[in-house]
């Protein structure tokens, strides 16, 4: 049994974390931590960590960058790992993850979907085996309610791709203002944005005569919180140091 302590316990991702370590039966809630102490399932809800006095072997977090160092503060009084999946830290608060990494067991990922990342690790893969011969695009499709393109999980395929291949890639974002052929270490990315769609996001390569297309859609932010659950089952009694979600992928 993995025994999680919940920051943003009442937030969107927490509710759904509850709902499914509820169904998982290696894995519970055992305190929360949120602004908002409203209590809603079997587990007390804390306005701040230094209440908590149920004990749990591994922290997720899905709250909000200013809970940052109280987490490092607890996770390190308490020497337990912790699965960090608020976005937007600073620069600042990298850095100290990376330093406290050191001391105590982080799992840290922007995107806690397996599928996502399982699709970055396909795509090393396949980048490295056709560099020579294919065009690489990306597509991502997201809801109109979207404010940013590209999206980060494109970028991040993209630089996983720049990463492998050999030659130095040019992120292509637009091609309507320049009239020119496509050049070969270009890397094509376009945004879609309509309807509800939850997140889609597709790798074409482009060869001479065949088409390799690597593919991941999310059907609802369930994925998120399913890839942060399995995270806490991985980083249960695991050693000081800085881990991934291509750590869970090749622990599989
Ligand atoms: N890594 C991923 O794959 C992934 C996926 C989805 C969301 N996220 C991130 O997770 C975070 C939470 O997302 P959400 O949609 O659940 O947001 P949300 O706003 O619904 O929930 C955040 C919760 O944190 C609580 N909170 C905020 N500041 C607090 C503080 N100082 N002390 C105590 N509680 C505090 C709020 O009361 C709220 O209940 C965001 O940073 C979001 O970008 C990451």
New binding site residues.
């Given amino acids: 049994m993995t025994n999680i302590l919940l920051?943003?316990?009442?937030?969107?991702?927490?509710k759904v974390i509850a709902r499914i370590a509820e169904a998982d039966p290696n894995a519970q809630i055992v305190a929360g931590?949120?602004?908002?102490t409203d209590n809603y399932g079997g587990f007390p809800i804390y306005?701040?960590a230094s209440e908590v006095k149920e004990k749990a072997d591994v922290i997720i977090d899905?709250?909000?960058?200013?809970?940052f160092d109280s987490i490092m503060e607890y996770a390190e009084a308490e020497n337990i790992p912790s699965v960090i999946?608020?976005?937007?830290l600073s620069k600042e608060q990298v850095s100290k993850l990376k330093y406290m990494s050191e001391k105590v067991p982080i799992f840290f990922?922007?995107?806690?979907?397996l599928g996502v990342n399982l699709l970055i690790d396909l795509v090393r893969r396949a980048s490295k085996i056709l560099e020579d011969n294919f065009n690489i695009e990306i597509i991502e499709k997201h809801h109109n309610q979207k404010v940013d393109a590209p999206s980060g999980t494109a970028l991040a395929i993209a630089d996983a791709i720049s990463d492998t291949v050999s030659y130095e890639a040019e992120y292509i974002y637009d091609r309507h203002s320049v009239r020119r052929k496509r050049g070969k270490s270009e890397i094509g990315i376009h945004s879609l944005r309509g309807g509800t769609i939850v997140g889609e996001h597709s790798v074409i390569f482009a060869g001479t005569d065949e088409v390799i297309e690597l593919k991941h859609t999310a059907a609802s932010?369930e994925v998120?919180a399913a890839?942060?659950v399995k995270a806490a089952k991985f980083m249960k009694d695991k050693g000081a140091g800085l881990y991934a979600m291509s750590d869970l992928i090749s622990a599989v």
């Fill in positions: 920051f943003g316990a009442n937030g969107h991702m927490g931590v949120d602004l908002n306005s701040s899905f709250s909000h960058p200013s809970l999946c608020t976005t937007g990922s922007a995107n806690m979907s932010k998120f890839g942060a």
